[in-house]
Structure formats: C-alpha cells, structure tokens
C-alpha cells in the first residue's frame, strides 16, 4: 500500500523501459551502498530501482533540462597547487631524445 508520505518518483534514466513514468514510493533504503526506492507498480507488485535513476536523485548529464558544473574552482585551485608541489626543475629533467 503506497505511503503517503513518501510520494510519487519518476524514472529518469535514459536506457530504463519504464522511463517517464511515475509510481508511488512505497519504501527508501540502502541496498550495497546505494539509496534505492520501493516503488508500486499495478502488475509486478513492487520493485527496487536506484534513487540516482529517478526524479528523486541528483540531476544527471543525462538529462536535458539541468545545467551541470563541470568544473569546481576550489579543487581547481588546489590541482594547481598539487602541480606546483610536483614540478621538477629544469636541472633534474634528461633531454628529449632528437633535441
């Protein structure tokens, strides 16, 4: 029986045969690491799907309507440093073969 707390999830992921529809979230939980949801379904009952794959989850690439960040300047910046912390002298560097 469908909970109403817990709503109705959509199925967003691009290759799933139920993409686009939507069900009543019966039940969360953690499953090997991965928050999944129990969703209702009219004639299988109830199944297990990835909140990752659903409405639910955090926007994806694969959807068309969001707008991702590909890049975070903090951790940016602190490659930049790490490069930094890495860079060899000239001195230490053998000459490239054919120079």
């Known amino acids: 029986m469908p909970n109403p707390d817990l709503g109705w999830a959509e199925i967003c992921h691009p290759f799933h045969p139920l993409k686009g529809q939507r069900f009543p979230v019966l039940k969360t939980r ?4 991965v928050d999944t949801l129990l969703l209702g379904h009219i004639e299988r009952g109830s199944f ?8 639910r989850g955090t926007p994806s690439v694969h959807s068309g309507d969001v707008t991702v960040c ?3 300047l903090d951790m940016l910046l602190e490659l930049i440093d790490l490069i930094d912390q890495l ?4 001195s230490m560097v053998s000459p ?3 120079a």
């Not at 297990?48 to 409405?55: F, G, K, L, P, V």
């Not at 860079?87 to 000239?90: E, F, S």
Request: hydrophobic residues 30%; neutral net charge.
């Open 30 to 33: 953690r499953v090997g690491g």
């Open 48 to 55: 297990s799907i990835a909140r990752e794959w659903t409405d």
């Open 70 to 72: 590909r890049f975070d």
């Open 87 to 90: 860079d060899v002298p000239a």
């Open 96 to 98: 490239t073969k054919g």
